[in-house]
């Protein structure tokens, strides 16, 4: 009498296993009703009636679970029959084998028994124990039509490998399995394996190879076990039939190009908790050709690679659980469709380039803990049109957000210290530019070709600010500089060989500004030399707590002057509060046309 297993459950994206006799049966439970149940029999999907499954076949079964198209769980039905089956019971028919001959690496008793099926068909049972050496099994066997006649594999628990090529073009080969102490499947090892359907890597196996089942363009169905840890290059390329792929949480190595070419692969789930290494984009360096509509990540996942999922071209929205501390350089370059994204609450560093030249990209949700924006993180997001940052953040480095064209409004949180080289250059766009009071650094063409700004506030913790840091910034009218650090000659200007930080796009480099309002900060104590220079003011009022400024060689002279407003052509009148002479530098008489008025504050 056939055994019925109750209280089977499965949960969404989970991977049941259990062991069956032919006839046995497994009831199983979910609680969406929603989820239609198939089986996979001989190559072809049929549907579960009352969500109950009898073995009726020997090998691997798999049966899955479908909600909208997508499959939602998984479940895996091995046969007790070989399982754990000792050397005796496992070559129970021997009247069949028809050839044995050994397959041993360095002496190791590991055999390769052939048997032939009632059709004419083969079969081969590894035997023995140790590791299997390299080589093709059929350049070892008298049959010269091993390859294309074996359509069974089944390796003993006493091996602990799969050599190099030893499978390789082994063209009707439909069923593997593999015994529970093999760890390596070898460099192509089943390359070319154009029959296989269903394959399932488990129990201890944690590296597969280079190549090793390498356009083996039947595979429909892929279970990667736990166990995994290392998927090299080319590993699974051209297996072309995948449709849904589950990357399990204990790799930590996946090669370039290891999933290439799976042309009907649509949904990948990544659930890798540490890849620290990863080498190229795991999907193929190129995917113009690939169908993956959806990537979702797991919610242990720590570290999302570099290179892990760029040109995937299809994707429209990316959600990044709150486990993910760090998405790596250009993990997601040139997704062009991806129009959201959601960030979570875990990331704390986003790298180089990561998102770049995402250019659908509209709409970001940032981590609350969100420290770091490296270089290029988002350039050329060019849909972008408004930024949410979060108080957490830090630095926003060189580019970070390099011709968004799109963004609105730039408001700086201030936990911000350091704004990198041409972190927001050609954001053409802005209308208002609004900088945290924590700021240290403005590196050059920070805020190159911010056309659109009429007023700017440089806070008081500015330390130093780059060369063409606003070049093009032809619109700002009213200055408010309250920075009481920042000593360097040149804020707003430059006779080096790099250009002038506030230098207007204008061809009259003599009326490179239109700054006509500054206002003095209440704690600003000096004004060093050249810090206004070329600005369009008529008239300006330093305050009583400004202790010195630059006057040498007067104000509206040749370049080489050091003062303050050197080349501030339009400026008529100085209006200082204090007392005449007390301010350090300044002029003791009206020169060059300009009045120097004294108003101390009563």
Not at 35 to 62: D, F, H, M, Y
Not at 264 to 270: C, G, H, R
Not at 487 to 502: A, H, L, R, V
Request: proline fraction near 2%.
């Amino acid at each position: 009498m056939a055994t019925t297993f109750s209280g089977i459950y499965v949960k969404e994206n989970e991977i049941a296993k259990i062991n069956m006799k032919k006839g046995d049966k497994v009831a199983i439970n979910n609680d969406d009703k929603e989820i239609v149940w198939k089986i996979i029999s001989n190559g072809t999907e049929q549907t579960i009636e009352n969500n109950v499954i009898e073995k009726s076949e020997n090998g691997t079964t798999i049966a899955k679970g479908y909600k909208d198209g997508e499959v939602v769980g998984t479940i895996i039905i091995e046969d007790e029959e070989v399982l754990g089956k000792d050397d005796t019971e496992i070559d129970s028919d021997t009247e069949n084998k028809i050839a044995e001959f050994n397959i041993g690496k360095n002496g190791d008793d590991v055999k390769a028994n052939i048997l032939r099926n009632e059709d004419g068909t083969y079969k081969i049972i590894i035997k023995g124990s140790g590791e299997m050496a390299d080589g093709a099994i059929a350049e070892k066997s008298t049959l010269s039509d091993l390859k294309e006649k074996t359509k069974e594999l089944v390796i003993d628990n006493g091996i602990t490998n799969v050599g190099e090529n030893a499978f390789k073009s082994f063209n009707s080969l439909q069923n593997v399995t593999f015994g529970k102490n093999i760890t390596t499947i070898g460099e192509s090892a089943f390359e070319e394996c154009t029959s296989l359907q269903n394959v399932v890597i488990d129990n201890n196996i944690s590296v597969i190879e280079a190549k090793a089942f390498y356009n083996c363009s039947s595979i429909k169905d892929l279970y990667l076990g736990q166990s995994i840890q290392k998927i090299n290059e080319k590993a699974f390329n051209g297996c072309g039939a995948i449709t849904n792929l589950v990357i399990p949480e204990n790799v930590n190595y996946i090669g370039i190009n290891a999933f290439d070419n799976c042309s009907k692969l649509e949904t990948a789930v990544y659930n890798a908790r540490n890849c620290a290494k990863y080498d190229g984009s795991f999907l193929g360096g190129n995917m113009l050709d690939q169908n993956v509509k959806k990537i979702k990540l797991g919610e242990n996942v720590e570290v999302i690679p570099e290179n892990m999922f760029k040109y995937l071209d299809y994707i429209k929205e990316i959600k990044i659980p709150n486990s993910v501390k760090t998405i790596g350089s250009e993990a997601f370059y040139y997704c062009i469709r991806i129009e959201s994204l959601d960030l979570g609450d875990g990331v704390e560093k986003i790298c180089d380039n990561a998102f770049g030249s995402c250019s659908n990209l509209k709409k970001i949700k940032f981590s609350k803990n969100l420290k770091n924006i490296e270089g290029l993180a988002f350039a050329w997001c060019s849909s972008i049109t408004e930024l949410n940052l979060n108080d957490s953040l830090e630095e926003i480095d060189t580019w970070a957000f390099m011709y968004c064209q799109n963004i609105k409004n730039i408001k700086i949180p201030n936990s911000v210290k350091l704004i990198g080289d041409g972190a927001f250059e050609g954001c053409t766009s802005v209308n208002t530019l609004e900088l945290g009071n924590s700021i240290e650094t403005i590196g050059e063409k920070a805020f190159y070709g911010l056309k659109n700004i009429e007023e700017l506030t440089l806070p008081e913790s500015l330390k130093s600010i780059g060369e063409w840091a606003f070049y093009g910034c032809d619109n700002i009218k009213t200055l408010y500089y309250n920075s009481i650090h920042c000593s360097t000659e040149y804020i707003f200007d430059s006779k080096g060989t790099c250009g002038y930080p506030f230098q207007s796009s204008n061809s009259d480099a003599s009326q490179a500004y239109n700054i006509d309002n500054i206002i003095i900060g209440p704690k600003v104590e000096f004004l060093d030399s050249d810090m206004f220079r070329k600005c369009k003011i008529q008239t300006i009022t330093i305050p009583s707590n400004v202790q010195y400024i630059a006057y040498e060689g007067g104000t509206n002279q040749s370049s080489d002057s050091d003062g303050t407003f050197t080349n501030c052509s339009f400026l008529k009148e100085i209006i200082v509060k204090k007392p005449e002479n007390s301010l350090v530098g300044a002029p003791w008489s009206n020169v060059d046309g300009i009045t120097v008025k004294w108003e101390p504050e009563e």
